[in-house]
């Protein structure tokens, strides 16, 4: 058994410790993790809101709230090897040149982008983007934002622009730096060099040096001297780190990476930005070790908790699953990528309209709009990962999801039905345990490539297997 020494809580033998703060849409969590050879024991050891709000005319995230929760989530950890943070993609916050952070980031959910992509396509044309990023055009995409608030006093201000994963490193350490898989999404960053793309920045005038130097996951992201423990980047976009903790073996596989969106794809080696993969709206956004992550954004559980949220009965979930369950499959279905469902508020109600609109029977009570919302999830996890196998000439034999949506055995039946493949579900941590084992590697408690990590987490990690159903 391995033993703790006094030394910034580096453990002897093979097992080390690390914290993974993990930032969600609706909370954020800090997960110890004991790694070695042939050990990984995970922990939550905190959990906190996310509670955006509209001030100053925009809908903001908390920072200071995030920071405060993290930072005690690092002290309830206690003595630790390394620190890794990853968080949602496209939003940023903007320092002065003092160093202090002018205002809360704006939440992607904001409306200052509406329209503000017609006006991009003006000055760049959307398949010209597509090629060179091959990013999937998002009303949202940090590129809109940016564009969006070019004249406005905050931005004219601006000497630098963390994505929110490294403003919070730099929050700890005092280094600043960008790290790619968040950079990716920004559609502003060119796939085939890996490096901003001078063409789009020159094309809407924006300030390529406002951001960070560049850096990937595993490098040294400086110390974080309040908790005596390095950090490290990871796959700081939580998707790219939850797609690392795929528990795959070999590389026929499709992944559902499920939470407050779903992201439904296939791993590559290397980018499709054909203008049919533009068309059909698939991303590709860096993963760990220069994978590519081919995907697509579906709305995801979003629709869900804007629901329970409305009607008041987040604690009923088990209860309203079970109802479910017992409504006739695929009574009505909405597209669960529609952009009508992106803005906080009235869910139910615009649920109910998508299926008038579409001449579908209307759900008539909470059961039926949420065997709706299912049924409309599988049913785009199966059209997204037959059309990503299509464009990318990848087999799919099984399809795993990660995430949240792993604890919903309804979804995941629902799904395994709808796609006709295995469904392996878990680990529902996997943004935390790709970060933990990103940087376990870094450290030196654990080696080996993708695979190695994958099937770490397959013999250590409790997952769930859901067939097809007969008929």
Known sequence: MSQST??????SGDVKSFAAIDLGASSGRVIRGAVGPDRLDVVEVHRFRNEPRFVREALRWDFAALERGAREGLRLAGPVDGIGIDSWAVDYGLLDTDGR??????????GRTDGVADQVFKLISARRMYELTGIQNQPFNTVHQLYAAQQTAELKAAARILMVPDLL?????????TEVTNASTTGLFDTDTRRWSREIFEALRLDCGLFAPLRGPGEPAGVAADFAAPVFTVGSHDTASAVAAVPAEGGNFGYISSGTWSLVGVEL????RTEQSR?????????????????????????????LREWGRAG????????AAHVPARRSLIDASDPVFLAPGGMPERIVAACQRSE????????????????SLAEAYRTSLTEAAQLSGKRIDVVHIVGGGALNELLCQLTADAVGLPVLAGPVEAAAIGNLLIQARAAGAIEGDLADLRSLIARTQPLRRFEPSCG
Not at 101 to 106: A, G, K, R
Not at 269 to 272: L, T
Request: aromatic share 6%; net charge negative.
């Open 316 to 323: 009923d979930l088990p209860a309203l699953l079970g109802a």
């Open 279 to 307: 068309a059909a709206n698939f991303t590709n956004e860096i993963g760990v070790d220069g994978t590519v992550r081919y995907l697509r954004n579906v709305m995801g559980l979003w629709l869900l908790q804007e629901c």
């Open 269 to 272: 080696n290397a980018p499709i």
């Open 6 to 11: 006094d030394s910034g809580g580096a453990k």
């Open 169 to 177: 490193s730099w929050r700890l350490t005092g280094v600043a730096g």
């Open 101 to 110: 952070l002018i205002d809360d980031p704006v939440h992607y959910r904001d």
């Open 360 to 375: 579908q029977p209307v759900p008539r009570d909470h059961a039926e709009i949420v065997r709706c919302i299912l049924d």
